[in-house]
């Protein structure tokens, strides 16, 4: 007889209120012990699956069964009870409380004014953390701790309950490859103990590591379900994408030429006043995609944002051109000839309730071209202009009228690439710029940039994608802590020696 | 003209909605309170829309809450949430009864509004740029201060030495001509219909109102295309200020008998308030708040006579306008709401 599946969905279907689809009656099953991988692309269903079964979001159709027998789960709490808990991708963690009371949060006792009894939970922390072999300080505030022992309370506190059925979000997004490989490690420790995990990834090499089992989700539906064994990275990314792809990148040799930006000495702090870019010297020259690889965090948004304008400069000089342009504002700069392609297309790149038409002048709506008398604003140019950006750059619109939150990811970038390149720049900064876009669509803005960059501009380019900064880059900086570890080609160095420095340790070879 | 059909069908679906659901709930309270719904609603729409006369009192009504409703929704647009239009009535209206009164025409009347409803609108906005103060906070608390300077103003600086109960009068030549004989309705309402129009065009067809409604939707993108937020709060106040301060112009200009503030400022108080919620059922958009004006118009002028002929005493006849006011009001503000919670 076979055994019973530890976790059963059956049809699931997961209409949103605005009428998105997002799920569209997916299968899926987990056998006790294994580490199941869920793998998409961004939009594929996947978070939104196992919200459901973790009791965040309730379906709209299908059921739910956990050692064979169903249940429906009305809040998290239920989930728990039911021994299936989940680690988000944004952690949920109370940044000024120590690692102990953010675990015990929430069950520190009945009664408003019951007393906390802390050493019993520390002992049973402790326990946990023996048995798993991994430490971490609960007696620090988590926002002083860095992102991968974040993480690790996060698991705690899911273990903490007792759950036999831990889901991971995206678990390696924020971590450096050396924290990737002791994630793993704890993983691999608590499958030993009996623990069932769930493990939500777009990264193929990832899933063929650590899994035991795939599940390949597109647009909502169920692809199929495969042992990791006997699959390869390729037959799993033609499930993910419904095509076989690699990207292709064609790169021909170039010699830069002269400095367009030049960073001298530059100091800029972060949102909490810390120093967040110390001293970063360097230039991007014409005909070069000058690359920023880097754990996100590590003074790349303080970086851009003091180069294009957005963000004060406290000590040294940014440089366009021979011009000083040090804390002159976007506008000037965007008249001087740069372009950026923000990381935050939603909150910065775009005003997502405007019309595509609308978001297709912003940084450049002051142009001659659209101006009409008396500060008018000619709509039928602009509508022409956003009609041509939209057809250039193939973007899929229901119209320019539409507004730009009706987009997908992928199309909202296409539009600030299209926008960003009809502002005729020599200089583009491109932050993050296929982060949680589909493939085809990095495909067309990696070779996008390419194209610049062979037209003779100058780009500096911020990826916490890794594989992006190395395809792209003719130089590339590694960033740690606001500093530069080091400037290389990428044709020079090992994805390892790079997975070292990111980690903050210097190549002594 | 560039006017986007579809993004207007679903807050004019919701609105109506809103306004049937306050009907009904107006009308359940006046059953359980002993009066006959029926012949109070009937009554109400009678004496708004049913005569010539009813019609003038609805319009007439209208002019200075659509003109209020303007500075809020001009606030709403660009971000900002500026309920200080009640005190820049005041001021409007006595900068107007003053300048009317050194050179008696219509133009000065009305610049004089124009002039004290940007200067008073300036001190919150200096505030917020300069300070960060809340414009919450500061437009609350500058409506009291409104309310008691204006006052000392009305009571010592211009009293009416032939009527103790009021201002000196707008002059005859600085007066709107009435439409209707008989009727409380001037041209004036030609200026608040015109300043909506114009207000529609500044936010929509401009640049200005172009970087206004960007700062207003999300700071960030505004500061990332180039646009000075701090620049687009002060000219929100200011055209605020010309809004509310024109109300007041326009009350004291056009509405007969009296062209004058009256001791307590009875007659010009509240229009700032009302503009609130005229504004939230126009869903702030200058062409919506025309309509929704036109309908408190309607509540303003029926009241009346839904006292007379229903005998629904006026606290009864409130009670009742103020629910359909909420009921519509609330699909406007969660929008509101939801963008400031977002913040």
Known sequence: MEEVPIIEMKGIVKIYPDGTKALKGVDFSVKKGEIHGLLGENGAGKTTLMKILSGMLHPTEGKIFVNGKEVRFKSPADALANGIGMVHQHFTLVDVFDGLHNIILGMEGHGLFSKIDVEKAKEKLQKLMDELNFQVPLDVPVEKLPVGVQQRIEILKTLYRDVDVLILDEPTAVLTPIEVKELFEVLRKLKSQGKTIIFISHKLREVMEITDRVTVLRKGELIGTVNTRETTPKELAKMMVGREVVLKIEKPPKEAGKPVLEVKDLWVKGDRGEDAVKGLTFEVRAGEIFGIAGVEGNGQTELIEAISGLRKVEKGKVILNGKDITGRPPRELYDLGMAHIPEDRIHMGLVIEMSVAENSILGLHWRKAFRGPLGLIRWDKVKEHAAKLVRDFEVSVPSIEAPAKSLSGGNQQKLIVAREVSKEPEFIIASQPTRGVDVASTEYIRNYLIKLRNENKAVLLVSADLDEVLQLSDRMAIIYEGKFVGIVKPEEVTEEQIGLMMGGIKNES | ?343
């Open chain 2, 1 to 343: 003209m560039r006017v986007d059909i579809k993004g207007f069908t679903k807050p004019l679906v919701e609105s109506l909605v809103a306004i049937v659901i306050g009907i009904l709930v107006g009308a359940i309270i006046l059953a359980f309170s002993g009066y006959s719904p029926a012949e109070a609603y009937i009554a109400l729409f009678n004496g708004a829309l049913g005569s010539k006369y009813g019609l003038a009192m609805t319009l007439s009504s209208a002019t200075p809450i659509i003109l209020t409703a303007l500075t809020f929704g001009i606030g709403a647009r660009t971000g900002l949430f500026n309920i200080g239009g009640e005190g820049t009535v005041y001021f409007g209206a006595i900068m107007a009864i003053i300048l009317t009164n050194l050179w008696g025409n219509v133009l000065m009347g009305l610049f004089g509004g124009i002039l004290a409803g940007m200067a008073w609108m300036a001190i919150p906005a200096i505030l917020k740029v300069l300070r960060g103060v809340n414009e919450v906070v500061s437009t609350i608390m500058l409506n009291w201060m409104a309310y008691f300077i204006a006052l000392y103003i009305v009571l010592q600086k211009i009293p009416n030495p032939e009527d103790p109960n009021k201002t000196l009068a707008v002059p005859v030549s600085a007066r709107f001509p009435i439409i209707m004989k008989g009727t409380e309705l001037s041209w004036a309402f030609a200026i608040s219909v015109i300043a909506a129009l114009i207000t529609y065009y500044i936010l929509w067809h401009t640049e200005l109102g172009y970087e206004l409604r960007v700062s207003g939707y999300n700071e960030r993108a505004a500061r990332y295309g180039g646009i000075n937020p701090k620049k687009a709060i002060i000219w929100s106040f200011l055209l605020g200020g010309i809004m509310s301060g024109l109300a007041g112009a326009t009350e004291v200009m056009g509405r007969p008998p009296s062209y004058a503030i009256s001791q307590g400022m009875a007659n010009i108080y509240g229009y700032g308030f009302d503009g609130i919620g005229v504004s939230l059922v126009g869903r702030n958009h200058p062409l919506g708040i025309i309509f929704s004006g036109i309908f408190f118009g309607m509540l303003r002028a029926g009241a009346t006579s839904m006292q007379i002929e229903a005998g629904v005493p006026l606290e009864m006849v409130k009670v009742v306008q103020g629910v359909i006011v909420v009921t519509i009001a609330i699909p406007g503000l969660l929008d509101l709401l939801k963008k400031v919670v977002r913040r």
